[in-house]
């Protein structure tokens, strides 16, 4: 079947590391992966996008690397701050998605602590 | 900058009542979608439009939805008899669709709870 695997439901990390968080998915294939900020009650926000054929992506403080072999990607986010607490949503485009709809993972509630 | 708006930002309804939520979508963007996500669960895709017309469409998409583009800047979500299951927040997006490298903008939702 298929599956997207966010790594834990939960993550604390200490402020001022790096958290990394887990994307992994079986049975799809992926023509991009996007990474998303949820917070409570709100839609969730756009962060990241990383191709197929790309290894990593940096923007700021966040990193995204894509291993299609492992069928994973990684997230981090470096010199965490409180502010980064928030649910992180992994999504697929699959290849033939016609309307390029996003499948997404059930996330990871990051907490940072000061 | 320009963002998706969503009214109202929450719904209470009886269960066999139909609802209505509206969505202003990103002006000039091409691809419309319908979201939805039951509390403490991931957020799943229930309908994509374009050019007028549904595109794709889950299989939660059943009967009892449907979709509409009633002018240049609307984008409704009906349910015609709601049910329980049904209460959930519902996320509109849009897409300009210029191929990758763009993404999707969420809109803040609809908390939707069927009494």
């Known amino acids: 079947s298929q599956k997207i695997e966010q790594n834990s439901e939960a993550l604390n990390i200490q402020e001022g590391k790096t958290a990394t968080l887990t994307c992994n998915y079986t049975?799809?294939?992926?023509?991009?992966l996007q990474w998303y900020r949820q917070d409570p009650g709100r839609g969730p926000v756009f962060l990241l996008l990383?191709?197929?054929?790309?290894k990593e992506k940096r923007k700021e403080r966040l990193k995204v690397t894509f291993d299609t072999t492992l069928k994973q990607s990684l997230f981090h986010i470096t010199a965490s701050q409180p502010a980064d607490s928030a649910t992180y949503l992994c999504?697929?485009?699959?290849?033939?998605?016609?309307?390029?709809?996003?499948?997404f993972g059930k996330g990871t509630k990051l907490s940072v602590i000061p | 900058e320009p963002e998706v708006t969503q009214t109202p930002s929450h719904q209470v309804t009886q269960m066999g009542q139909e609802v209505i939520l509206r969505c202003v979508p990103i002006?000039?963007?091409?691809?419309f979608y319908w979201y939805r996500q039951i509390l403490g669960q991931k957020v799943e895709f229930l309908v994509s439009?374009?050019?007028?017309?549904?595109?794709?469409k889950s299989e939660i998409f059943d009967d009892q939805f449907s979709v509409e583009r009633p002018d240049g800047s609307n984008f409704t979500l009906k349910i015609r008899s709601t049910k329980l299951e049904d209460s959930a927040m519902y996320f509109c997006?849009?897409?300009?669709?210029?191929?990758?490298?763009?993404?999707?903008?969420f809109g803040p939702g609809t908390r939707l709870t069927v009494l």
């Open positions: 049975n799809y294939s992926p023509a991009y």
């Open positions: 002006s000039n963007h091409l691809y």
């Open positions: 439009f374009y050019n007028n017309e549904i595109s794709e």
């Open positions: 990383i191709r197929e054929n790309e």
């Open positions: 997006a849009s897409y300009l669709g210029q191929g990758v490298g763009d993404t999707q903008y």
């Open positions: 999504a697929l485009v699959l290849s033939g998605a016609g309307s390029y709809q996003l499948t």
